[in-house]
């Protein structure tokens, strides 16, 4: 769950995010304008980024209490509470207007859809499996 964004009038934005038990998820997205440095308050995350192309290596990490992560501007990255209890951390971003953007969500819950031939071919995946995930997602990244 993710709290308001505070806009400290800063040139900087700060958030915290409480992830649900085991499974609590952050999902793959990036922010287009911004840093993020996250800071574990409690709990166990599995995070990380992937690096811009031609590489997109995947960095990883798993952070514990007190630890620290940066993700680079623009690239995608996650967060997954691994833990058995929940995980609270803190992101704090270098912008007022970090804009945030959901990659499954901006893929398959776009509005208007994406054309699914488009998907289809990009992801290699079959018609109705495209049309099926295009029926999951929705335009508010909720």
């Not at 996650?78 to 901006?106: C, D, E, M």
């Not at 776009?110 to 997602?137: E, G, H, R």
Request: net charge neutral.
């Amino acid at each position: 769950m993710w709290h308001k964004y505070r806009d400290l009038a800063l040139g900087i934005s700060l958030v915290q995010i409480d992830y649900a038990p085991y499974g609590g998820l952050n999902p793959p997205h990036t922010h287009p304008r911004t840093t993020e440095i996250l800071v574990v308050l409690e709990g166990t995350l599995y995070v990380g980024f992937v690096t811009s192309n031609t590489d997109n290596r995947l960095i990883t990490k798993v952070l514990n209490p007190g630890d620290v992560f940066v993700f680079p501007v623009g690239l995608i990255h996650f967060q997954f509470n691994i833990g058995n209890t929940k995980a609270v951390a803190f992101a704090g971003l270098s912008s007022q207007n970090p804009g945030v953007i959901t990659i499954a969500n901006a893929v398959f819950g776009s509005n208007p859809p994406i054309n699914p031939d488009v998907l289809t071919k990009a992801f290699q995946l079959d018609k109705n499996i495209v049309t099926y995930l295009q029926s999951k997602f929705w335009w508010d990244n909720n």
